[in-house]
């Protein structure tokens, strides 16, 4: 009988049917014999509203009620997998420091852990103006305890610190909880994720793919033109060959043009879509209050005491300083002076890889080497560093650090690819996320 588990974890506003075609591939390539798969259902729909930490608590308590029926079942779980997809990756990365904290990862091996369009740092734009700060302040108090998480407003228990900022502390147990898998895969859509940015979704202090027009993308010649070559990702376009002036020109023209109708149409459904969407989340955050306050009195059916752990490994609890899609996707970028170059800061990260080998072994297999960051950073160095906050740099360099192996995966077809990277419904226009499927199957999943 099957000894693996992997459980996955749908997103905001999501429910099981979402993640119909990952179970379905995962069921397709590994029988009965060979995978258990479960699909998390405790936090279908608006209980997604609830706050990343309870999620993860409900989710926790569905994976040791499905190890104990499949144990009651004959069937002992030795391996686990946990693929979280956008909001799921982060409950997923909280759920694993649980687990790993009531002793689970002592008798089980941690083998895969693979979030789709994460958004590992958050979703706050630093960006200033009018329209960011609004979409700031809306964004981070319609979506109740899960929307100041993402948007890092929150201040997490006695940490006097956002959720997002402990999850990637260094001496936190999710940090060691994620060092313990023998894979970490991350997917990143690069252009029209109009829920979770490229640099948050891809940890990323950099965006080369703002403008495809300058730049050249290199695939995986197995997978193009979808996934690109993480070695070998991105170069910018030599200046003489860049499209000139004039034709960039009358392609924005044109963009703007045929965007004219949908502008004139969205002034008219916005406002009424503004109001609905407004009245609706004030209901839902009283609904949402009402069952944290349920949770937090042990009334909900989770036994409060068994999910509340200490957080840090050790007492390093260091110091970080300290949705709306269509706004969302409108965000340009700005960035920093440079002051400090990417290739600086990574091969800065790649020394200390370098210098914490014993420390690191058990992430060896997918985090990157040193020589791998200091030949990739010369091509990063090519674009500069994106406005993000201190507390962002800090979430970037952690995760780093522990190591993911990247995929950026480049969606043509469709205008909203959050959905398509999964293949969330079943979409003739979202084919293109029938490969990045079959690429996580074939490549970044070990059975």
């Given at each position: 009988?099957?000894e693996?588990?992997?459980?996955?974890?749908?997103g905001l506003w999501?429910n099981?049917?979402?993640?119909s075609?990952?179970?379905?591939?995962?069921?397709?390539?590994?029988s009965e014999?060979?995978?258990?798969?479960?699909?998390?259902k405790?936090?279908?729909?608006?209980f997604?509203?609830d706050?990343i930490?309870?999620g993860a608590?409900?989710v926790?308590q569905?994976?040791?009620?499905?190890i104990?029926?499949?144990?009651?079942?004959?069937?002992?779980?030795?391996?686990?997998s946990?693929?979280?997809?956008?909001?799921?990756?982060?409950?997923?990365r909280?759920?694993?420091?649980?687990?790993?904290s009531?002793?689970?990862?002592?008798?089980?091996?941690?083998?895969?852990?693979?979030?789709f369009?994460?958004?590992?740092l958050?979703?706050?734009?630093?960006?200033?103006?009018?329209?960011?700060s609004?979409?700031?302040?809306?964004?981070?108090?319609?979506l109740?305890?899960s929307?100041?998480?993402?948007?890092?407003?929150?201040?997490f228990?006695?940490?006097n610190?956002?959720?997002?900022?402990?999850l990637a502390d260094?001496?936190?147990?999710?940090?060691?909880?994620?060092?313990q898998?023998s894979?970490r895969?991350?997917?990143?859509?690069?252009?029209?994720?109009?829920s979770?940015p490229?640099?948050?979704?891809s940890i990323?202090?950099?965006?080369?793919?703002?403008?495809?027009?300058?730049?050249?993308?290199?695939?995986?010649?197995?997978?193009?033109?979808?996934?690109?070559d993480?070695?070998?990702?991105?170069?910018l376009?030599?200046?003489e060959?860049?499209?000139?002036?004039?034709?960039?020109?009358?392609?924005s023209s044109?963009?703007?043009?045929?965007?004219?109708p949908v502008?004139?149409?969205?002034?008219v459904?916005?406002?009424?879509g503004?109001?609905?969407?407004l009245?609706?989340s004030?209901?839902?955050q009283?609904?949402?209050?009402?069952r944290i306050?349920?949770?937090?009195?042990?009334?909900a059916?989770?036994?409060?005491?068994?999910?509340?752990?200490?957080?840090?490994?050790?007492?390093?609890?260091?110091?970080?300083?300290?949705?709306?899609?269509?706004?969302?996707?409108r965000?340009?970028q700005q960035?920093?002076?440079?002051t400090?170059?990417?290739?600086?800061?990574e091969?800065?990260?790649?020394?200390?890889?370098?210098?914490?080998?014993?420390?690191?072994?058990?992430?060896?297999s997918?985090s990157?080497?040193s020589?791998?960051?200091?030949?990739?950073?010369?091509?990063?160095?090519?674009?500069?560093s994106?406005?993000l906050?201190p507390?962002?740099?800090?979430?970037?360099?952690?995760?780093d650090?522990?190591g993911?192996?990247?995929?950026?995966?480049?969606?043509h077809?469709?205008?909203?690819?959050?959905a398509?990277?999964?293949?969330r419904n079943?979409r003739p226009?979202?084919?293109?996320?029938?490969v990045?499927?079959?690429h996580?199957?074939?490549?970044?999943?070990?059975v």
């Amino acid at each position: 009988m099957a000894e693996h588990l992997c459980v996955l974890i749908h997103g905001l506003w999501g429910n099981p049917s979402h993640l119909s075609h990952l179970a379905s591939s995962l069921r397709d390539k590994h029988s009965e014999e060979k995978l258990h798969i479960l699909v998390s259902k405790s936090n279908s729909d608006t209980f997604t509203y609830d706050g990343i930490d309870l999620g993860a608590e409900r989710v926790t308590q569905e994976i040791e009620t499905h190890i104990e029926d499949l144990e009651k079942k004959g069937s002992q779980i030795r391996k686990l997998s946990v693929v979280g997809y956008s909001l799921g990756g982060l409950v997923a990365r909280y759920t694993i420091g649980l687990l790993c904290s009531k002793g689970w990862f002592e008798k089980i091996k941690p083998v895969n852990f693979t979030t789709f369009a994460t958004p590992h740092l958050g979703v706050k734009t630093p960006l200033l103006g009018i329209q960011y700060s609004i979409f700031n302040f809306l964004g981070s108090r319609t979506l109740s305890k899960s929307g100041r998480q993402l948007f890092t407003i929150d201040t997490f228990r006695d940490t006097n610190r956002p959720l997002l900022s402990v999850l990637a502390d260094p001496g936190s147990v999710f940090m060691l909880a994620l060092a313990q898998f023998s894979h970490r895969v991350l997917y990143a859509n690069i252009i029209n994720d109009r829920s979770a940015p490229y640099y948050t979704t891809s940890i990323s202090a950099t965006d080369p793919y703002i403008n495809l027009d300058a730049v050249s993308v290199n695939y995986l010649p197995d997978y193009a033109p979808n996934v690109i070559d993480p070695a070998d990702p991105v170069h910018l376009k030599p200046s003489e060959i860049q499209p000139p002036f004039f034709a960039r020109l009358a392609s924005s023209s044109q963009s703007l043009l045929t965007s004219v109708p949908v502008f004139a149409l969205l002034s008219v459904l916005i406002p009424i879509g503004s109001v609905v969407f407004l009245i609706n989340s004030g209901v839902q955050q009283v609904r949402s209050q009402k069952r944290i306050r349920l949770h937090e009195e042990g009334k909900a059916g989770i036994g409060l005491g068994s999910y509340r752990i200490p957080l840090m490994v050790d007492n390093a609890r260091s110091a970080m300083e300290g949705a709306f899609e269509n706004i969302n996707a409108r965000q340009g970028q700005q960035y920093l002076p440079e002051t400090e170059s990417d290739h600086d800061r990574e091969v800065q990260i790649a020394d200390e890889q370098q210098q914490n080998v014993p420390a690191q072994k058990t992430y060896q297999s997918t985090s990157q080497t040193s020589s791998d960051l200091k030949r990739i950073s010369s091509r990063r160095s090519e674009f500069p560093s994106l406005a993000l906050t201190p507390q962002q740099f800090e979430m970037i360099r952690a995760l780093d650090e522990v190591g993911f192996r990247k995929y950026r995966i480049h969606i043509h077809t469709v205008r909203h690819t959050h959905a398509a990277i999964i293949v969330r419904n079943q979409r003739p226009s979202f084919n293109e996320g029938k490969v990045v499927v079959r690429h996580w199957l074939d490549e970044a999943f070990e059975v």
